[in-house]
């Protein structure tokens, strides 16, 4: 059975703070492994990864992969209150799209 | 404007009354997807179609019938819902099953009781 496991479940930090959560997976036949934010709605898609070592970049958002360790993070530099949201992280197998249960991260000022 | 669309926002029912969430997508898709969400458990997969005519089950099909006999339409079909089926609900479509990103709706919030 697909497994994606994200930790911490939730972190509170300051505005201006720097972050790193964290995703690492377990699945038959890897093909990717994306990143998306949800606030109070939606998730919004925020990077897709498929190669190992090359980071992905948007602002002050950054993610990377590691294939041979299973695992991926995410980065949010200077964090703001606008960050606030739960973070989901997914991989892409053969079959399917299995999510992690999220890191809940609040941005206090 | 690009988005997939599902109706309605908002859904309080009876146990055993039939119901439909409808989803519509405008990208021309070849995938879609349907999710619940539940506090605790995350997103889990209840049926996908990697196009028209074809569907299949996801983790937690029970209870649940999907359709896709247009590619830009997949309802969801809940023939006799049940209390333990109140949830958050998610439509999904990407341009195709693997390595293209899911664009969600904005979500149905179901409660059965």
Redesign the interface.
Known sequence: EDKVVQSPLSLVVHEGDTVTLNCSYEVTNFRSLLWYKQEKKAPTFLFMLTSSGIEKKSGRLSSILDKKELFSILNITATQTGDSAVYLCAVHSNYKLTFGKGTLLTVNP | EAQVTQNPRYLITVTGKKLTVTCSQNMNHEYM?W?RQDP??????IY?SMNVEVTDK??VPEGYKVSRKEKRNFPLILESPSPNQTSLY?CASSLYR??S???????TRLTVT
């Open positions: 997807s999710y605790g458990l995350g997103l889990r997969q996908y996801g983790d998610f693997n390595n990103p899911l664009h969600f709706g904005n979500g």
